[in-house]
């Protein structure tokens, strides 16, 4: 019994100990501030990065968000281009929807929410940061129903022994994608 309550104790004051050492440093009112110049630049020199979709894509899903971040201030345009080839690798892309504006606010982030038709299309997304610099993203998106999906990554399968296994890799990961 007299284990038990020696025990408990030591424990009591091993976790009371480790609280009030937590809780024995000075507080300042200033503290909560962060004075780190170089978060800020950090932020500032970052620019302009489309986050969602960070690479060209294809996917059985036509509705895709587009996420992007940038310093406050910066504007976003965003086109959308669809190919009406007919040709397996020839392009002709015509623009499918009215082109999009976005101001970028405090939370440093932008998102867009688009339909895409089945095929091959085109993103071009311009920002203008403040000081009048632009920087320029565009991404391919390949909307296929999954049946095409599926033929395509067993063919890829297929060809394993007559290719090299970093590019049946990036076929795979790619889902199709009939850009480099």
């Not at 969602?52 to 910066?74: C, K, Q, S, Y």
């Not at 009215?98 to 939370?107: H, V, Y």
């Not at 998106?141 to 296994?165: C, F, G, W, Y």
Request: aromatic fraction near 4%; glycine fraction near 6%; charged fraction near 25%.
């Amino acid at each position: 019994m007299v284990k038990k309550l020696l025990a408990g104790t030591i424990v009591l004051v091993i976790l009371g100990g480790s609280t009030t050492a937590v809780m024995a440093g000075q507080v300042e009112a200033d503290s909560k501030k962060i004075d780190n110049p170089n978060v800020e630049e950090e932020a500032v020199k970052k620019g302009f990065e489309v986050v969602t979709p960070d690479r060209d894509i294809t996917t059985n899903n036509g509705n895709i968000v587009l996420e992007f971040v940038a310093p406050e201030g910066t504007k976003v345009n965003i086109q959308v281009f669809f190919n009406t080839s007919l040709v397996q690798n020839k392009e002709n892309f015509v623009s499918s929807h009215d082109p999009i504006d976005i101001e970028i606010g405090a939370l440093q982030r932008g998102w867009a929410a688009l339909e895409l038709r089945r095929g091959l299309s085109k993103i071009e997304i311009l920002a203008t940061l403040k000081d009048g610099t632009q920087e320029s993203v565009v991404r391919y998106v390949t909307v296929r129903n999954q049946e095409e999906l599926k033929k395509h990554i067993e063919d890829a399968i297929k060809d394993i022994p007559n290719t090299s296994s970093s590019k049946v890799i990036k076929n795979i990961t790619n889902s199709g994608s009939s850009r480099p």
